[in-house]
T-cell receptor, first 113, second 111 residues
């Protein structure tokens, strides 16, 4: 069956360090992946996305890497700040209608000052 | 630009009561969605709509109903509230093939 899962439920880093959050997926037909950030009491906020014809995409302080061979993607946050503390979700789409957005359980990132 | 607005933010219901969770978006998105999020879990799709007058079931539709009479509004109806429906409900909207934008949720407790 299809699934989007995360390797670690929690991640604690020091302010200024780089953070890496991992996500595994099982459906080879998935063609679009999104990372969301969810702060306490808020809805998920779009961070960055990547399509299956790419293996890397960079944003401001964030980079997403996609390895289709092992069905794995990661979110790298450079120079992590206290404001980055949140739950991070990866989500996948499959082609055609975009209702099929499947979320993983999330990783709680805690940034220590 | 308010984005996706959900009301109410919090609500406590008794078992068997009914209520409507409101969702409106001002981005002219054609796609709208309702999710529920249980503690420590990801989001599960309840219902979605690809445009006014069109709705379809998601992964967990039982106990819920929706309507989409306008592009902007996508209310979610609970007819007979049950304790299993205690959750945080998120509404989202998007253009086709684009990332979804989420509201800040409605926290619903059923006692």
């Amino acid at each position: 069956g299809e699934s989007v899962g995360l390797h670690l439920p929690t991640l604690s880093v020091q302010e200024g360090d780089n953070s890496i959050i991992n996500c595994a997926y099982s459906n080879s037909a998935s063609d679009y992946f999104i990372w969301y950030k969810q702060e306490s009491g808020k809805g998920p906020q779009f961070i960055i996305d990547i399509r299956s014809n790419m293996d890397k995409r960079q944003g401001q302080r964030v980079t997403v890497l996609l390895n289709k061979t092992v069905k794995h993607l990661s979110l790298q946050i450079a120079a992590t700040q206290p404001g980055d503390s949140a739950v991070y979700f990866c989500a996948e789409f499959r082609g055609g209608s975009n209702y099929k957005l499947t979320f993983g359980k999330g990783t709680l990132l805690t940034v220590n000052p | 630009n308010a984005g996706v607005t959900q009301t109410p933010k919090f609500r406590i219901l008794k078992i068997g009561q009914s209520m409507t969770l409101q969702c409106t978006q001002d981005m002219n998105h054609n796609y709208m969605y309702w999710y529920r999020q249980d503690p420590g879990m990801g989001l599960k799709l309840i219902y979605y709509s690809v445009g006014a007058g069109i709705t379809d079931k998601g992964e967990v539709p039982n106990g819920y109903n929706v309507s989409r009479s306008t592009t902007e509004d996508f209310p979610l109806r609970l007819e007979l509230a049950a304790p299993s429906q205690t959750s945080v409900y998120f509404c989202a909207s998007s253009y086709e093939g684009q990332p979804q934008h989420f509201g800040d949720g409605t926290r619903l407790s059923i006692l």
